[in-house]
């Protein structure tokens, strides 16, 4: 996967007009993208993988409020 840069230069008076580069990405995937994706890939249908991914979102909101952290696989950690 190749890194996409886009390079700006910082118009701030303190910062003596330096360039930098940002990696950013082309597109985002929302939760029905997502579930879209999954869907093809399991036996398991687009709006059922969508309830699962609503979910898992308000499952990990609630346990990282009350001060919990929650670790997925692959992933990281969330939380405090």
């Known amino acids: 996967m190749a ?7 910082d118009k701030r008076k303190t910062s003596n007009n330096l360039w930098y580069g940002r ?3 082309p597109g985002i995937l929302d939760t ?4 879209k994706r999954i869907e093809q890939n399991v036996s398991v249908k687009e709006s ?3 309830a699962v991914l609503i979910e898992l979102a308000n499952v990990m ?3 990282i409020q ?4 929650c ?3 692959r992933f990281d950690n969330f939380g405090g």
């Open 3 to 9: 890194v996409i840069v886009d390079v700006y230069q």
């Open 23 to 25: 990696a950013w990405h």
């Open 32 to 35: 029905r993208a997502l579930a």
């Open 48 to 50: 059922d993988v969508y």
């Open 61 to 63: 909101t609630y346990e």
């Open 66 to 69: 009350n001060g919990n952290k």
């Open 71 to 73: 670790k997925l696989d």
